[in-house]
T-cell receptor, first 113, second 110 residues
Framework: GAGVSQTPSNKVTEKGKYVELRCDPI?????LYWYRQSLGQGPEFLIY????????DSGLPNDRFFAVRPEGSVSTLKIQRTERGDSAVYLC???????????FGPGTRLTVT | SQQGEEDPQALSIQEGENATMNCSYK?????LQWYRQNSGRGLVHLIL?????REKHSGRLRVTLDTSKKSSSLLITASRAADTASYFC??????????FGEGTQLTVNP
């Protein structure tokens, strides 16, 4: 596709459940980023991939959060034992290189009840 | 923190007027980027200004950068109702992460 896509667009889950959020970056972009955004706040960095490897995962809040990008394209953000505080919009972005403008997807709105 | 901090938090103007938003940051940067966000979903990259540039234009957008004051401004000229959105600045250092502030909510009234 022409842009970054994310699925699902909305996800409602119960506290304690496991969720997976998917990101399809722009074809050919080697850099992929995950951010999350709470209402009224700016996006908060979670993790950055360069190719298949996580180059910077210092933004992951705790070990319940994990992300993979096994073939250097699609990425999955995985959240175990979800908590109500995990409710947010999860944004994915990609770029052709590690520096420069990032192209964002529409986000996945996660609601933990 | 390399977080960009936008000012003002909210700005309301009439269509046709100019809108100016400011950004301050704390440490040395490679570049500074401005993004727009409509309705709390995906961000759109507007413009990037490198640390060795002082001014950049793109259509109705004008960005300035003063590295001595660690500040940047975004000017939108001849604003339109469709410019209503949140605007974020994002300083970028040698790493790749972008660190956003809380943004400026711009409302352009028809």
């Amino acid at each position: 596709g022409a842009g970054v896509s994310q699925t699902p667009s909305n996800k409602v889950t119960e506290k304690g459940k496991y969720v997976e959020l998917r990101c399809d970056p722009i074809s050919g972009h080697t850099a992929l980023y995950w951010y999350r955004q709470s209402l009224g706040q700016g996006p908060e960095f979670l993790i950055y991939f360069q190719g298949t490897g996580a180059a910077d995962d210092s933004g992951l809040p705790n070990d319940r959060f994990f992300a993979v990008r096994p073939e250097g394209s699609v990425s999955t953000l995985k959240i175990q034992r979800t908590e109500r505080g995990d409710s947010a919009v999860y944004l994915c972005a990609s770029s052709a290189a590690g520096q420069g403008g990032q192209y964002f997807g529409p986000g996945t709105r996660l609601t933990v009840t | 923190s390399q977080q960009g901090e936008e000012d003002p938090q909210a700005l309301s103007i009439q269509e046709g007027e100019n809108a100016t938003m400011n950004c301050s940051y704390k440490t040395s940067i490679n570049n500074l980027q401005w993004y727009r966000q409509n309705s709390g979903r995906g961000l759109v990259h507007l413009i990037l200004i490198r640390s060795n540039e002082r001014e950049k234009h793109s259509g109705r957008l004008r960005v300035t950068l003063d590295t001595s004051k660690k500040s940047s401004s975004l000017l939108i000229t001849a604003s339109r109702a469709a410019d209503t959105a949140s605007y974020f600045c994002a300083p970028q250092t040698s790493g790749s992460r972008l660190t956003f502030g809380e943004g400026t909510q711009l409302t352009v009234n028809p």
